[in-house]
């Protein structure tokens, strides 16, 4: 069983940074891990995941040059870290765990998902 919660949200003005951090209940260190993204009246799309070694990662374009994500297994935490932020990287956004080491951009991919957290850019 694996449980997920995300922080780190908040207001942030474009151009800014901010972490958010994934903390685990649960063994996570197996699995790979993403960070996917909602805004209202839009559909969840992927941003972000990593393998379960943190060897590998894997960013959508909209993101890459500007998130990294992380991970540290001891503490059962992954992050992800927001540089350059714009308008329109405002949304929720969830962590979520996958059936396996590697894990894609699909939401399929993942079995569980934590209750998100809100970032809000303002221009």
């Known amino acids: 069983q694996v449980q997920l919660v995300e922080s780190g949200g908040g207001l942030v003005q474009a151009g800014g940074s901010l972490r958010l951090s994934c903390a685990a209940s649960g063994r996570t260190s197996s699995r790979a891990v993403g960070w996917f993204r909602q805004a209202p009246r839009k559909e969840r799309e992927f941003v972000a995941r990593?393998?379960?070694?943190?060897?590998?990662?894997y960013y959508a374009d909209s993101v890459k040059g500007r998130f990294t994500i992380s991970r540290d297994n001891a503490k059962n935490m992954v992050y992800l870290q927001m540089s350059s932020l714009e308008s329109e990287d405002t949304a929720v956004y969830y962590c979520?765990?996958?059936?396996?080491?590697?894990?894609?951009?699909?939401?399929?991919?993942?079995?569980?998902w934590g209750q998100g957290t809100q970032v809000t850019v303002s221009s």
């Open positions: 979520a765990a996958a059936r396996g080491s590697r894990g894609g951009p699909s939401p399929d991919d993942y079995d569980y």
């Open positions: 990593i393998n379960s070694s943190g060897g590998y990662t």
